[in-house]
């Protein structure tokens, strides 16, 4: 879900790690390149729209808009 949502956004670099050994509460760490600040959210808000829409609940969205910097990542 998370990487058909990155790439529905035109992500870039697409890729999907295995963490659920050494990481319990979490099964993969998908990692992907937008083009700019503006894809890098509209690739965040895609992945947030898709999971919820599966019956996923976002619990935690890091690096989002802090004051600081822009979002660059998420």
Sequence with gaps: IVAAAADAKQG??????????PIG???AFVIATGRNERNVQAIADEIE??????????LRREG??????RDRWC
């Design 12 to 21: 870039e670099d697409i890729v999907a790690l295995d963490v659920s050994g």
């Design 25 to 27: 509460i979490v099964d």
């Design 49 to 58: 729209d898709q999971m919820l829409a599966s019956g996923n609940k976002t």
């Design 64 to 69: 989002r808009d802090l004051g600081r910097e």
